[in-house]
C-alpha cells in the first residue's frame, strides 16, 4: 500500500524478473510475479481501484499491456481471476482496462499468440532433430537458444490461462477449431521441455569442462603462435618465409599473453581476446603475411581458437540461473542462491500457473500416446518440467530454511507417497488396480523416481500426481491391448511355415501383412518400455 501511495513513476520492479526477459515484448511476463502480488495487495486500497485513475492506468499499462498483455491472473497455487470480471465495480480500474481487454485487442492477441505458437513448433522441430543440438551451436547461439525458450514458454502459459477465461473468452471458431488448437498448445509444451532439458544437460556438461575445455583450446593457441613466431626465423616449419625478427617477436608476445590468461576472470580475460583476435585481423594485412597462403590459414585457425575460448569463458552460472529463473520467481537469486539452481534444480521454466489448468490436458496426451507411442519418450521431460509447479508454495519457506518444509513438502506430496514402492509385478497390480491395471510396477518405478528426483524435499503436487497418472495409465493399457494383438497374430492368424514350400505358393506363406502388422506391434511396445525406462532417473 505504501508502495502505491508514496513511489515514483514508474512503480519499482521487486522480483528483478528484467534481466531473464530482455526482450520489451515480454514485459508482462516478467512483471507477472509482481502483478498478481499488486492484484491481491489493491483489495486493501480500494480507493486506488475507484478514484485513482491515473495509478491504476500506469499499474494497467505497466503490468497488463503490451504484446503479452493479459487479462488472466494466477494469483495462487494454479487459481485465476478475470481481471476485467473482478473490477467491473471499480470505477478507475475498469476504465484502465477498457483498453487492453476490448474485443478488437483480444482478438489481435489471440492472432499473435497463435502465430507464435506454430513458429515455435517450427523451431522446436528444427532443435530437437538429432544431430543439432550440439555443444558447439549451444557456445555459439546461446542467446538465440534462450530466445526460443522464453518465446515458447510466454506462448504457452498466455495461451493455457486464457483458454480458461469465462467471461471474456478468446475468439475461437468453432469447438473442432479449439481441439486442433489444444493438441498444438500440448505438442509444444512436450517439444518445450524436451528442449529444456536437452538444453539444461548440455549446459551442464559445459560446466562440468569448461576447464579442460579452455586449457586444451589456450595450449592449441599457444602452439600455433610459437609456430608463427619460429617461422618468421628463416630457417624453420614454413621455409619460404623471409625473416623477420619484429614479427618473430610480436607472436612470441602474444603467445606469452595468452598463457597468462585465466578463465575465472571472465570480464579482463573477454577483453584481452578481443584484443588479440583484433590485432590478428590486423597483421594479417602484412604484405609478408598477405602472400603467404599456409600463413593466413594458421591465422584463420588461431582466430577460431581464440573465439572459442570467448565462447567456453561465457559459460557461466548465469546461463543456467537464466534457464531456471522462472522457477525462483518469488525473490531474487544470491550467489548462494545461484550454486543451489545449478545443483539441485531439474526444472527450467516455471509452470506454476498451471496448478489447475494441467488437468485439461491429460486426456489428450492419453490421446496422443495412443496415436503416436514416440510420445512416450517425451513425457519425462514433460512431468520433470511441471514438478515447478510446488516451487511457489515452498520458495519462501525454503528461502528462510524453516524446519517446517518437510511436513508441508508431505502434505503437497500425500497422493505420491500413497503410491506403494513395489518390489514386483504381482505386488503392483494388487495395490494399483485402481490407476493402472496391468504393468503398474514399472510405472510406479518411474514415478517414484521422478519423485526422488525432486530437490531439498520438493514433492511431486497432488495435481501433477494425478496428471501422471491419468497419462500413464495408458501405457500399460496400450501395451498389453498390442500384446494381445500380437499373441492373436502369433497364435491363430500366422500359419507355421512347412518344411517344403512350392516356388509358386511361396509368396503365400510368407505373410508378409501379417508379419508387418507383428513387426508394427512389437515394434510399439519397444516404444512404450523405452519412453517409461527413460523416466527412470
Known sequence: ??????????????????????????????????????????????????????????????????????????????FLEELPHAWEPYKAAKAALSNTTNANEIKRLYAQHTQNLSDCRKKLAHFLTEGVL????????????????????????????????????????DPEQERREAEMLLLVLMDTAQFEYQLRQIYTALMDKKEEMWEKSKSQVVSMLQELSEAFKGDKILSRIGKDEQLQHWFSQLAEQVKLLDASDIVQSGRKLHHLIAALVEVEQFHQIEAALQLKQFLHETRELLTRMIRVVSVRESTLVTLCMQVLT???????????????????????YAWLAISDYAPLMRNRIQRNPFSVLKLRATFLKLSSILESPLVRIQQSNSPDEESVSQYYSSEVRSLPRAASLCHALEALHASAHHGAATICHALEALHASAHHGARTSPQV?????????????????????????????????????????????????????????????????????????
Open 1 to 78: 500500500m505504501h508502495v502505491l501511495t508514496t513511489a515514483p513513476s514508474p512503480l519499482p520492479h521487486r522480483y528483478s524478473q528484467i534481466p531473464s526477459y530482455p526482450m520489451p515484448q515480454h514485459r508482462s511476463t516478467a512483471l507477472a510475479t509482481q502483478a498478481r502480488m499488486l492484484y491481491i495487495i489493491l483489495y486493501f486500497a480500494p480507493d486506488v481501484l475507484d478514484e485513482q485513475s491515473h495509478t491504476m492506468r500506469e499499474i494497467v499499462d505497466r503490468h497488463f499491456a503490451g504484446a503479452d498483455a493479459y487479462w488472466v491472473v494466477p494469483y495462487y497455487m494454479g
Open 134 to 173: 550440439t555443444e558447439e551451436l549451444c557456445l555459439e547461439h546461446t542467446n538465440d537458444l534462450l530466445h526460443c525458450v522464453r518465446m515458447c514458454n510466454v506462448t504457452i502459459r498466455w495461451l493455457m490461462l486464457h483458454r480458461r477465461a469465462r467471461m471474456r473468452k478468446l475468439p475461437v471458431a
Open 330 to 352: 518469488m525473490a531474487p537469486p544470491s550467489p548462494q542462491v545461484r550454486e543451489s539452481t545449478l545443483v539441485t534444480l531439474d526444472v527450467v521454466c516455471d509452470m506454476s
Open 465 to 537: 500426481a494425478t496428471f501422471m497418472r491419468q497419462v500413464m495409465q495408458v501405457i500399460p493399457e496400450n501395451m498389453f491391448a498390442i500384446l494381445s494383438d500380437v499373441v492373436t497374430i502369433q497364435a491363430n492368424e500366422l500359419r507355421e511355415l512347412p518344411v517344403k514350400v512350392e516356388r509358386d505358393a511361396l509368396r503365400d506363406w510368407a505373410q508378409l501383412e501379417l508379419r508387418h502388422r507383428l513387426a508394427r506391434a512389437t515394434h510399439r511396445i519397444s516404444v512404450l518400455t523405452e519412453g517409461v525406462l527413460t523416466m527412470q532417473v
